[in-house]
């Protein structure tokens, strides 16, 4: 931490705020303004850190948006992210030599393989320097942050999860929320597709308690390791190696047989008793919507050791763009070639961060027969953790830019159809609210490789069209059409709700010369002009299954909050908001430098 700190000072990609703030939502919500600041702003290190519940000032200081920039990710990494992919691509295709050259190119490259495995130390890691055992373990003596309003307590949001399997022989390295509920107990966020959770049910089937080793700190690339898709079984460490071309350093945890890096800056480690499950939540999470409260495991904290001269790291997470945006563009870059071994067509791929990642992927495909771009579908929603995109639109070569989306969705809108679209079911994310039942819920694939032949809709200006639809939906309280130079153009509708979305859809359809996809949002804490906070909102709100429907040409897309009125028997949480007299202490303090442009765009 302190090789980083100095590292992004000297690129001038590091503020530092001296004044006194809370780890109760003062630091975590600067961070949450500064990332979204052009760029992603600064790194924030804070070095003035108090708790105002206890009184405790903090000797650390709290480190904050580290990745939040391109520049600060490729810093980080120490060489282009487009290089790691490169030689990830190099060793998929390795072939026999052919002559002496090739041999020696080949051993070149095998002999650098030498450092990618973790080195296993003898003695003690400068982690271990400061021991806390027994009665003197307390997690309040660390300046955990509290995010959010609603959250249930104090999260650990930068965390490296070391677990390994029953036996010993697979090890797994993963990022969780981890959240604090007394001086010796974590809940542990596992949702049901993770390593480590596939780890738990082998301890709970033997009737045993589970050992977890928690880094915090220490090189950055151990934290975005972390949160590296490797395959099942695969030790996350090993991508350290490939980077940095030296091995991770590990030493052995003190009263767990997990080993962490030498040098990270605090270890948390514990058991988890596999009987044991615990309320964890509410969290405001990466969706910008609170995960509401569910049981999860819980880990007894048996040590904390620490550096002598130690750094906290930790991340927010809210409504988009985040410091995972630019964690998410190195992962895509970078393991883009281990998609590929799947989808050998596969072109081109992106997940934009205003639909949350999961929530939306653009990919460009080379198209070779009827059928292929579902294919591809199918692929994608079978893949790790690809499973869990809700929406895909697939493209031909000839499309745009992934990132240009102004060209791209004219692109799409000029060729789509409703038969462009495939609707199914299948796994989804467990922070996903929206589908009727937990873990499984609707999916859309769109097919835009073809040209499909579209007339134009009569369009008719915003007022207009307005008046139309409010004689037919009184509920209606303003319209805006998107892309009105397609030939599908996408109306927004907001409305105070008082009946199903679906009968809305209907009403309209009298209207289909002037209308060919329209969307209905709710009147409340949205705007209707705001297409990056729009796409945020739908992608998050709809489940395929339920939410789109078809008539002839024209086709709707409920993205309102369901209740009672459709059917929908979940909890439906918040979203996830600062809070305002929080906001107004940090400007009186002379921190807050955020414009009302960008809090207003960005919905904060």
Not at 279 to 284: A, C, L, N, Y
Request: hydrophobic letters at 40%; aromatic letters at 10%; proline letters at 5%.
């Amino acid at each position: 931490m302190k090789k980083t700190i100095k590292l992004l000072k000297k690129y001038d990609e590091l503020t530092i705020i001296d004044a006194e703030l809370d780890i109760y939502l003062e630091i975590p919500h600067l961070a949450y303004a500064e990332v979204k600041k052009k760029d992603g702003g600064k790194a924030l290190l804070f070095t003035n850190v108090v708790d105002g519940k206890t009184g405790t000032k903090f000797d650390e200081p709290v480190f904050m948006n580290v990745f939040g920039s391109y520049k600060r990710c490729e810093l980080l990494f120490g060489r282009t992210i487009e290089s790691v992919a490169d030689e990830i691509t190099n060793l998929l295709h390795m072939k026999p030599p052919s002559g002496f050259m090739d041999k020696v190119n080949m051993a070149k490259d095998l002999f650098s393989l030498k450092n990618i495995f973790p080195k296993r130390l003898k003695g003690e890691g400068t982690c271990q320097a400061v021991k806390y055992l027994d009665d003197a373990v307390d997690l309040a003596k660390l300046p955990v942050l509290t995010t959010w309003e609603q959250d249930g307590g104090a999260f650990i949001t930068m965390g490296q999860v070391y677990t390994q399997s029953l036996d010993g022989e697979m090890v797994n390295l993963g990022m969780y929320r981890l959240q604090v509920y007394d001086k010796n107990h974590l809940g542990m966020h596992w949702q049901i597709h993770k390593d480590s959770s596939h780890f738990f049910d082998q301890y709970q089937k033997a009737g045993k308690k589970m050992p977890v080793s928690i880094a915090i700190g220490g090189d950055p690339l151990y934290t975005w390791c972390a949160t590296a898709p490797l395959p099942y079984g695969v030790n996350e460490l090993l991508m350290y190696g490939l980077i940095t071309k030296t091995p991770a350093r590990l030493v052995k945890s003190l009263t767990t047989p997990l080993y962490i890096p030498e040098d990270v800056d605090y270890v948390i480690e514990g058991w988890v008793d596999t009987d044991e499950l615990k309320i964890e939540g509410p969290f405001g999470d990466h969706t910008g919507y609170y995960t509401l409260e569910e049981p999860y495991p819980v880990m007894e904290v048996s040590a904390i050791t620490t550096k002598k001269d130690k750094v906290f790291l930790a991340t927010v997470v809210g409504k988009p763009p985040l410091e995972d945006k630019y964690m998410g563009w190195a992962t895509g870059k970078i393991f883009f070639p281990l998609l590929k071994t799947t989808v050998p067509d596969l072109l081109d791929y992106h997940m934009p961060e205003n639909a949350g990642f999961h929530n939306l992927i653009l990919a460009k495909m080379r198209p070779l027969y009827k059928g292929h771009a579902k294919q591809f579908m199918h692929a994608f929603w079978g893949a790790g953790q690809m499973s869990f995109v809700k929406h895909a639109i697939f493209l031909d070569e000839d499309a745009p830019k992934l990132e240009n989306y102004e060209s791209l969705v004219k692109y799409i809108l000029d060729r789509f159809t409703p038969k462009s679209m495939f609707i199914t079911e299948g796994i989804l994310d467990a922070l996903d609210h929206s589908s009727p039942e937990t873990l499984v819920g609707g999916k859309l694939g769109i097919d835009a490789t073809k040209a499909n032949k579209v007339e134009a809709p009569q369009v008719l200006g915003d007022a207009e069209l307005l008046k139309k639809v409010k004689e037919l939906i009184p509920d209606a309280t303003n319209l805006h059409q998107f892309m009105r130079n397609t030939k599908n153009p996408i109306t927004v509708i907001s409305v105070n709700k008082t009946k199903n979305a679906k009968e809305y859809f209907e009403d309209l359809v009298s209207l289909s010369q002037h209308i060919r996809i329209v969307v209905f949002v709710d009147e409340k804490n949205n705007d209707i002009f705001n297409s990056y906070m729009l796409v945020w909102r739908v992608t998050n709100n709809i489940d395929a299954v339920r939410d789109i429907y078809v008539s002839g040409l024209m086709v709707g897309i409920d993205g309102t909050n369901k209740n009672v009125l459709d059917g929908f028997s979940r909890r439906w949480p918040d979203d996830v908001d600062c809070t305002p007299s929080v906001i107004e202490s940090l400007k009186q303090k002379g921190v807050w430098d955020f414009e009302d442009t960008l809090a207003k765009k960005y919905q904060i």
